[in-house]
């Protein structure tokens, strides 16, 4: 069987974003099944209706890249409780124009990563709340939420350790079985 | 007493939008204690932490009124059940860098807005999870849900009906009780 | 194939509830694959760990039916912008002892019921983000807010009328490939 | 001025429940202005309409005490990502009958308490969204997370470490001060 194509969105732009840098093992750790790529959100303008008529260059592209996927994987910080607003437009440009949302129906997971200690559960759940509507499959269970994020990297090599290298094959596996399952 | 100066954020940025003309409405209704002003949010970059060295100009301008300002009022549409990016990152702007956040103790409201029928609740109850992290001091009741929002402006005028103003006018005059309180 | 087995579970206890006439509808409605049965949980003891030891028989009677249910159904009311108490207390006995949630890789759905405006949207959701923890493939699409239910039902008959049948059966077939896919 | 009196509710009936522990060294600890109780809620009834014509006499005894008080704190754990139905039931029973909520205007605050790693953030939100409906006038910070509670206790005595009385003592002077403005 062919390896699915899995969009991975990250929820923060800071060159040396920790999110960024899950993602970046994920996509190294990837098993067979999976072929990770990320796709980036930081060129979007904010969204607005009004721009339908003729859209932006870089909604357009996001949206015919994501067409393309598989599923979806998001990678995010929490700001102020809650999804970034940064990603949340993503979330918002790639869902119209109305009928043309490109999430529908494409199994789903989400990584929440803070170097705080309360796993940025406040994004992780309200971006699953917008993908209720948006009929992304979320994966329930192992539910991910990296708290301390930076103890899992060397301070000098910047290397991931081991140990989060196991919870995101743990992660990456169980994903795998789960976009298999919507696929079948 | 002086009026107390009220930032007014617009959730959407359609020219046509339901959210102005309500915010705009609330202008003009305000009650002798309030000074309600829209502050645009329409320009700001999305946010990112590396950008603080030198913050563009829109996010200094945009901090800059807001500290100016006694309260703030949020309207807001829905985007896949929550808060649309365009007002998020605008929140998260506000938020930074860390130890100056321009919400701080600001007494607050929302009123959400949506041509639907479920009151836009979504976007109601994340913006009010994000404030408990700001320390924005949000006005509970009355809440503001306005479903079916199209019904309350004359389709030919565009002029507010009756009921709408009847609706602004009681939500106002609690939410200027609601700042005086916390500014006493 | 022999048809799913599904738990009903009604998170209102009055004798004339509508959230149990809705659910009665469905034990109608529902199509070959699915055979729906109530389950009750108005004789659940409050959750109380010290009570494992020798469990309530209303908690093991609970758990046991469950056990043999090949999905699950919420029907729910709002209460206060959350899952009611009754509902919530269910679904915390049903998760323990640790280890031992009756809960686990079942196929889920909700409706959430109320004779006001906004559809129990607070409800819906609350129980979404139990089922995350819990494991509960939960169905994402046709979302179901049944606002105004009274409108719904006939008032001097008590019948349901055919746009709640037509909502109800649309929702149930969705929910029959929904449960199917996740028992292949 | 005299002392305001706040209830405390705790929503788990463990003996030996953490939750308890740390409503007790509240207690202890509450500055002058204010008067802490427990207010027991485990044998209040389920939720059910239908019993208001002849209210259980637990139901008439948690309203008529939550009636006579200034204000409330809930010491919650997090049962399935939200608030054990223990506690939402309680909220219930002291929200009706219709107009007759106990909980209108009154002052509130929340801590919410887990031996995990993430703070019992979901019950924490989920308890502050019911709030917005009756109105009670949430403290927003410090929010108070309290991860891995049993650090904060000596095994062998059970005694509260210095660290815990920290950070309940700031979070009281805190609530001292935010129940005095919203009743002078």
Redesign the interface.
Known sequence: MEAKNIAVLVG????ASFNRRVANEMIELAPAGLKLEIVEI?D?P?????LEQDPPAAWKCFRDILRTKDGVLFITPE???????????????G?RPYGQSVWNEKPGGVISVTPG???A??AN??L???????????M??P?A?L?NISAYFDAATGTANDKLKEVLRRFLDAFALWVQ??HS
């Open positions: 923060s732009l800071r060159a930081g979007l904010l969204y607005n209706e009004d700001y102020n409780r809650s999804v970034p607003g940064l990603l949340k437009n993503a979330i918002d440009v869902s200690g309360l796993g559960f406040g759940h309200h699953r709340q917008s993908m209720v509507f948006l009929n992304v499959l979320m329930q269970q539910e939420y708290s399952r919507h």
